[in-house]
């Protein structure tokens, strides 16, 4: 008899400690340096706030987060990164539409989007269509009557196929019905610099990276793209005041990690970041580098990129775009 209690209390202890291991794995997280993942070149606006954010976390979770830049092929080099990560709380990624809305759209991809956990938003920035200084338009009226006047003559850069830049500059040649030309580059920091040094007329791009050539002369910034003149540049008109209010693009930019994630880390991790975004401090930062902080539900975030998806659906389809 004595033995057999000894036994069960074995049993039990045993099943205890089980219980309890993923408690205590979950309390040790982290343990170690956080990778953070940013599918685009360094200088970028998703590289100036993934770096915003890893510091504010470093601090908060007590270890060092490293932004790691994959940057490739309209984000997908870095996205199949993460996915292709273990699900163990060190790799996370800051990401704008493209690699879930966009390039699922345009080429068969090493991942589906449901290999993604999606966390939060962080922050959201307004696209503005910008001109070189010596491009004639200074306005996007003037823009669209000199495109019109020469079909295909003037050219746009973007990030690369299937970003926001590329897409969002799409949705403007359909709905004004232009012809300009399009050239991709690795990432909005080069693509801005295209337009800098005139080997392109015209982008499409967040607000963060243009800021300082408008301030210094080197852009024009001929309409906010969408519903709200942004805070940074209040005179500037946005595309519904100029007659196009289908013509709306804006940047929401969040973290996610890969399938499988524990759920004590996840809720860990996410608290942090959502801590993070609305610390004052980081509000402010990005209100200079002309982003808005915001933070959403995971289901949120899931359903505000399957609407990007269906729009950008919508102008690959009716543009005929592919990357060839």
């Known amino acids: 008899m004595l033995k057999n209690r000894r036994s069960a209390c074995l049993a039990l202890a045993a099943a205890g400690a089980w219980l309890v291991a993923p408690a205590v794995q979950a309390q040790a997280w982290p343990a170690k340096p956080i990778r953070l993942v940013v599918p685009y070149s360094a200088g970028g606006p998703t590289d100036a706030i993934a770096r915003l954010v890893a510091r504010q976390l470093g601090t908060a979770l007590g270890q060092t987060v490293v932004v790691d830049n994959k940057a490739g092929a309209g984000g997908t080099i870095g996205m199949t990164d993460l996915v292709r990560s273990a699900p163990d709380g060190y790799t996370f990624a800051l990401i704008a539409p493209g690699p879930l809305a966009g390039m699922p759209n345009l080429m068969k ?168 975004v609305n610390a004052p401090d980081f509000k402010a930062q990005l209100l200079e580098q002309g982003a808005v902080a915001m933070t959403s539900t995971p289901d949120e975030y899931r359903a505000l990129m399957q609407a990007e998806s269906d729009k950008w659906r919508e102008v690959v389809s009716k543009g005929h775009i592919t990357l060839e």
């Not at 897409?167 to 399009?182: P, T």
């Not at 243009?210 to 210094?216: D, G």
């Open 109 to 276: 991809l090493p991942y589906a989007t449901t290999d993604v956990q999606y966390l939060t938003l962080v922050a959201r920035i307004p696209s503005v269509i910008v001109a070189g200084k010596d491009v004639g338009a200074s306005t996007l009226p003037e823009l669209i009557k000199a495109a019109k006047a020469a079909p295909g003559k003037f050219n746009y850069s973007s990030a690369g196929p299937g970003t926001t830049p590329h897409i969002g500059f799409e949705l403007l040649k359909q709905q004004a019905g232009i012809d300009v030309q399009h050239v991709p580059y690795k990432g909005a920091a080069p693509a801005v610099t295209a337009v800098l040094g005139g080997e392109v007329q015209f982008a499409m791009v967040d607000l963060l990276p243009v800021l300082p050539h408008v301030k210094s002369g080197g852009l024009k910034i001929l309409a906010v793209a969408g519903a709200q003149r942004a805070p940074q540049a209040p005179q500037v008109p946005t595309t519904q005041e100029l007659g196009l209010p289908g013509v709306k693009m804006d940047t929401l930019y969040g973290v996610v990690a890969p399938k499988g994630l524990p759920a004590e880390v996840q809720k860990k991790f996410r608290d942090a970041v959502v801590a993070a």
